[in-house]
């Protein structure tokens, strides 16, 4: 039975944002190099789609594609879930105890100096909630802190530095000639990998009619940009092309070549 | 009347590639209605009656794997008698395990089986075409039991 098909979609987002568009910036590969995919880990991939039908003309299996994306300047996806909410919390927690400890000093001796510098040391370690713009075009505070690319918090002090986590690009939608055509069926699902948080969109594919058909990734691109002095996560949505080429093989009965007979035993 | 007997390969592809033995990494089970021995390993011995329709078909345990059946071959009579051959298959490696997605492996249980023998067959199973892509057993048999 043949396998299930990756197509693997990592993007350089802050160059993608930057530059407006995703030529140049998105490099795809696929689990199907030995089966016929072309142009590994380039923007020109071309991934196979090998199907099989039986003599009266029906589809024989079910070829199922999944698209994984995922950032260059961003976490790995593979992290739990929950990590950067983990890792927000857990600054918190440290930022409290420490204010916590200094206060009840400060209680016993208003005038302690080292008190008061662990106190503004404290408050400049703590993390910083971006903006967004939600559905109602109002900004609104993000639930997670910003994260380096190491997972630890940023403070407001480091903001501009170059290893921010970004957040990671996302795919909106599948569509294109392969769609309109009735090759590929896409759709969204939820899953418990750590994946975009819990979705991913997967497609089944139809083979019985073979040929190189071309479909449109519409893609969510976030950046990190300041705006009056304030971090804002923007995103901005662009759409990319990449193709399948879709083959088909008759079945034929493994013991005698053609239709089915006697099982060959002597 | 009885009906039609699907055959499951289950295989574990990343244990299997990485050298594992095939009795801890593939699992045979049929649905046939009759009491086969040996159901989820790779000793399985179907029960079947001559005109049953048999199908083998392969599944990868995880889906993102490839394996395929590239083989069923039935031992002659000296071969059934003697060692179980058990391992890595000489076959030379062939094209992509999509030309073998090709192939119907199924049959007719044929009338002249003698009842109560185990008939072992060769599986051979190909995942992709690296060094360990070939893996065959000789454990699981057909028995006519009527």
Same mark, same amino acid.
């Given at each position: ?266 | ?68 059946? $590239? ?71 057909? $028995?006519?039991?009527?």
């Amino acid at each position: 039975m043949a396998q299930q098909i990756t197509v693997y979609v990592l993007i350089d987002s802050v160059a993608a944002f930057e530059a407006n568009r995703l030529e140049g910036n998105i490099y795809l590969m696929d689990n199907l190099r030995t089966e016929g995919s072309k142009n590994q880990g380039t923007g020109q991939l071309v991934t196979a789609i090998n199907g099989t039908a039986w003599s009266n003309g029906t589809q024989a299996n079910e070829p199922l594609l999944n698209w994984l994306v995922a950032g260059l300047s961003s976490l790995p996806v593979t992290l739990p879930r929950n990590y950067q909410l983990d890792r927000s919390r857990e600054s918190e927690r440290v930022a409290l105890d420490a204010m916590r400890l200094d206060a009840r000093a400060l209680k016993s001796d208003p005038g302690a100096e080292n008190v008061r510098d662990g106190l503004i040391r404290a408050a400049a370690a703590l993390g910083v909630h971006p903006r967004f713009e939600n559905e109602h075009g109002e900004l609104e505070r993000h639930a997670l802190q910003l994260l380096d690319l190491r997972g630890e918090v940023v403070p407001e002090a480091d903001l501009e530095a170059d290893d921010i986590h970004q957040l990671p690009p996302i795919i909106t939608d599948i569509t294109g000639e392969a769609v309109d055509e009735g090759i590929l069926y896409p759709a969204q699902y939820g899953t418990p990998v750590p994946i975009n948080a819990g979705w991913y969109w997967s497609a089944t594919a139809s083979t019985q009619r073979p040929g190189v058909y071309s479909y449109t990734m519409h893609i969510k691109v976030y950046k990190l940009i300041f705006a009056g002095g304030q971090p804002i996560w923007q995103d901005k949505d662009m759409t990319y092309d990449s193709q399948i080429q879709v083959r088909s093989r008759q079945m034929v009965n493994g013991f005698t070549g053609g239709g089915t007979g006697l099982l060959p035993i002597c | 009347m009885v009906g039609n007997i699907n055959i499951a390969v289950a295989v574990d592809v990343a244990a299997a590639l990485s050298g594992g033995s095939p009795d801890d990494v593939v699992f045979l089970i049929d649905d046939g209605s009759l009491a086969s021995e040996g159901k989820g390993t790779s000793r399985l011995i179907t029960d079947c009656v001559p005109g049953q329709l048999v199908r083998w078909r392969s599944y990868a345990i995880d889906l993102q794997t490839p394996v395929s059946i $590239k083989a069923v071959r039935f031992l002659n009579w000296l071969d059934r008698g003697g060692d179980q051959a058990v391992g890595r298959d000489d076959v030379a490696s062939g094209g992509p395990d999509w030309y073998n997605d090709s192939l119907d492996w199924s049959g007719i249980v044929p009338w002249f089986m003698v009842p109560g023998l185990a008939y072992r067959y060769r599986l051979t199973l190909q995942m992709g075409t690296g060094p360990n892509a070939l893996i065959s057993f000789d454990t699981a048999a057909l $028995k006519r039991v009527g």
